[in-house]
């Protein structure tokens, strides 16, 4: 199993570009989750989906969208990047069938704004 | 507002001996507790759960603490090696699948 993939490993935009980051599971989890991690800011959740055909807000919901028209996939979009979301990007999932759950973590996305 | 507070600063320790990491938090009272472990360039990797009416939990090395009078968790490693210099993150959590983490401990064993 590969567990939780992303697509890109690594991105520059343009203030104002936009581009849609790709996360993938293959452990058949119903909840996925799209986290930035910044320097002293840790891990800030931004959407996060409860099963297919779902999303969420997070906590640092605006200026991203979430799509998750499969189960094992889960797509954050930004529309017209700003520098303020040069973050690096992390994309989880986890069963959803305890409150106990743990998330399982893809490599990260290093996403550059100019 | 919730607040979860991990030392910023960097703990560096011999080989062999023991690490220990804090987490503290305010505001609200977590039903369990998860620590990760976070590689450079990579993404957090579960570690251990604790549930509040636990004291203790221990894996291999690993022993967590979860005082909840205290508002805190200790997370030690004995014996401790360079391959577990990283970054430790806490995740007080109150109840349902959404995790709030902690900025995290970057722990640095030398030999």
């Known amino acids: 199993n590969a567990g939780v993939t992303q697509t890109p490993k690594f991105r520059v935009l343009k203030t104002g570009q936009s581009m849609t980051l790709l996360c993938a599971q293959d452990?058949?989890?119903?909840?996925m989750y799209w986290y930035r991690q910044d320097p002293g800011m840790g891990l800030r959740l931004i959407h996060y989906?409860?099963?297919?055909?779902?999303?969420a807000k997070g906590e640092v919901p605006d200026g991203y969208n979430v799509s998750r028209l499969k189960k094992q996939n889960f797509l954050l979009g930004l529309e017209s990047a700003a520098p303020s979301q040069t973050s690096v990007y992390f994309c989880?999932?986890?069963?959803?069938?305890?409150?106990?759950?743990?998330?399982?973590f893809g490599p990260g996305t290093r996403l550059t704004v100019l | 507002s919730q607040k979860i507070e991990q030392n910023s600063e960097a703990l560096n320790i011999q080989e062999g001996k023991t690490a220990t990491l804090t987490c503290n938090y305010t505001?609200?009272?977590?039903?369990?507790l998860q620590w990760y472990r976070q590689d450079p360039g990579r993404g957090p990797v579960f570690l251990l759960l604790?549930?509040?009416?636990?004291k203790e939990k221990r894996k291999e090395r690993l022993k967590v603490t979860f005082d909840t009078t205290l508002k805190q968790s200790l997370f030690h490693i004995t014996a401790s090696q360079p391959a577990d210099s990283a970054t430790y993150l806490c995740?007080?959590?109150?109840?349902?699948?959404?995790?709030?983490f902690g900025t995290g401990t970057q722990l640095k064993v030398e030999l």
């Open positions: 989880a999932s986890s069963t959803g069938r305890l409150s106990t759950d743990t998330q399982y």
């Open positions: 989906s409860v099963g297919e055909g779902t999303t």
């Open positions: 995740a007080p959590t109150g109840g349902g699948n959404k995790l709030t």
């Open positions: 505001n609200y009272s977590p039903a369990y």
């Open positions: 604790i549930r509040e009416n636990e």
């Open positions: 452990m058949n989890h119903e909840y």
